[in-house]
Structures are given as structure tokens and as C-alpha cells.
């Protein structure tokens, strides 16, 4: 999945992401995981994932870049629009979804 950027340094995740784009709209896969933007829901094995509206839209963001190293003005501005909001509002955001997803197969966070 995308990394949150902060500062220069680089870093690549190795999750890959399925999409897959039908009538329903577009749905994003990944390890046991389906990411339905549309219905603003993330499914775990068949088993509803509950996320705070913000947190969606930051893994909304994440999955759809997935690959790609994100700013942390990239990640606010698309869960948080122009609402002024500190970079602890972002980081607990990130910890919630680290801790919601758990890790890979390989044992790392889907988030880095």
C-alpha cells in the first residue's frame, strides 16, 4: 500500500492492489481485504471493517495511490478537505487504520 511521507525519505510498500471496476463502481482489493469507495465500505473475509468517516477517506486516498509515497498535505486535504487540523489529527488517523488493518502475510503493516 502507500506510505505517508514526512520529509524526504522515500519508502515503498510491497502490497499489491487489485482493482477491479464494474457497474457497482470501482472496488479496490488486497490481501483479505475489499475497499468499496462507493458504498464507503471496507470489508475484512466477508466481515465489515467499522472506520470513522475520516479514517475512510485516508485509506481511500492511501489505496487508491497505492505505491506512491503521499505528503501529509496530500492526505489531509483529501480527508479533511480545508479544514485546519494538526499533524497529530493525521498521525492518529494513520495509528487507527494501522491498527484496524494488522499486518500482511509477511508480518508488515499494510501502512508504512
Not at 20 to 29: D, E, K, L, P
Not at 69 to 84: E, M, T, Y
Not at 85 to 92: A, G, K, M, P
Amino acid at each position: 500500500m502507500s506510505s505517508v511521507a514526512s520529509g524526504t525519505a522515500p519508502v515503498e510498500a510491497g502490497i499489491r492492489i487489485r482493482l477491479q471496476c464494474g457497474v457497482a463502481g470501482i472496488r479496490y482489493t488486497f490481501a483479505d481485504y475489499e475497499l468499496d469507495p462507493q458504498r464507503r465500505r471496507l470489508v475484512r473475509g466477508g466481515e465489515p471493517v467499522t472506520l470513522s468517516d475520516r479514517h475512510f477517506e485516508v485509506l481511500h486516498h492511501l489505496v487508491s495511490h497505492a505505491g506512491a509515497v503521499l505528503s501529509k498535505d496530500a492526505l489531509v486535504a483529501a480527508a479533511w478537505g480545508d479544514v485546519a487540523v494538526t499533524d497529530n489529527s493525521l498521525e492518529q488517523a494513520v495509528s487507527a487504520l494501522r491498527r484496524a488493518l494488522g499486518t500482511g502475510a509477511d508480518g508488515r503493516p499494510f501502512i508504512e
